[in-house]
């Protein structure tokens, strides 16, 4: 990146990661694009057919500090990559956070994975296109990481989830897997094979505030005994964590660092489901978490944990630990009612 701030395209702004992410691009410096996909036309019957977009409430974005001088949102979708080469002119770097989302889960996961990676190369080439894009952060998944078939205490970005194991297995969320894993794979590959400087950021499971209004999935899943959902409790048998706070922090090292390559794994914290219960009981006794001896017949897929040794290495730091990650979270829902 340049000594001075250029602008920055942060795709998926409205969701959880992509929102922070702006929040504190804004307050570095950068002038920001991000992008969001509008809802869907709605025709009206009247003495004339006419059509109404509904329109997102978009202020949690447009009231950040800064933004009003140095945030512009355009309106962009996975289905039409090209729609995202306005977002994207002009600027000196990309980060990538969309994803596809299905809301109703109907659609296929060759469905999903096909529009995730056509949507992620579309989006490459309008960078491309471009002509000033520097640097390509894409915003991965530990999905991507964990589920390789191999029997090791502790993984790091030499490994992959193997798709043909992947799919044998009885677990919550498979599509979603797939498509990161394919998607990050395509992309690395189009990135070696363009020229296009490319690195991925591998967060495991974000937690702490957040300011997006939708109830970010990996916060309401690591809250499952706060929240009382038993049936996610299967996710917490042995779970790597990171801050919100400390994952966009770590997307704009990797957006400046001038020698970072390849693959990033970001992932600070690590905590089994007794120690998890043990730490929210001692910690926030206002709520029922249950007791260690009552989670031992908990079954689920027992998640390796993640090294972030790569990127130590080359002077990222963390600044939140379990106590910020809870904290926050917690006193988030509270404010949104969701406790």
Known sequence: MEEQKGRVCVTGGTGFIGSWLIMRLLDHGYSVTTTFR?????????SLMTRLKHKKDLSFLTNLPGASERLQIFNADLNDPESFDAAI?????????AAPIDIDGKETEEVMTQRAVNGTIGILKSCLKSGTVKRFVY?????TVYFSGKDVDMLDETFWSDEDYIRKLDIWGKSYVLTKTLTERAALEFAEEH??????LIPSFVV????????AGSVRSTLAMV????????ILLNISMVHIDDVARAHIFLLEYPDAKGRYI???????IQEMAEFLSAKHPEYPIPNVDSLSEIEGYKLSALSSKKLLDICFTYKYGIDEMFDGAIKCCK?????
């Open 266 to 272: 970001c992932s600070s914290a690590k905590l089994t």
């Open 208 to 215: 702490g505030p957040f300011i997006c209004p939708k109830f």
């Open 38 to 46: 509008s809802d869907p036309v709605i025709i009206l019957f009247t």
């Open 139 to 143: 915003t991965s998944s530990g999905s």
């Open 227 to 234: 929240l009382g959902n038993r049936e996610e409790y299967s």
């Open 195 to 200: 020229g296009l400087d490319l690195v991925t």
């Open 335 to 339: 404010e949104r009612g969701y406790l």
């Open 89 to 97: 002119a002009g600027c000196a770097g990309v980060i990538h956070v």
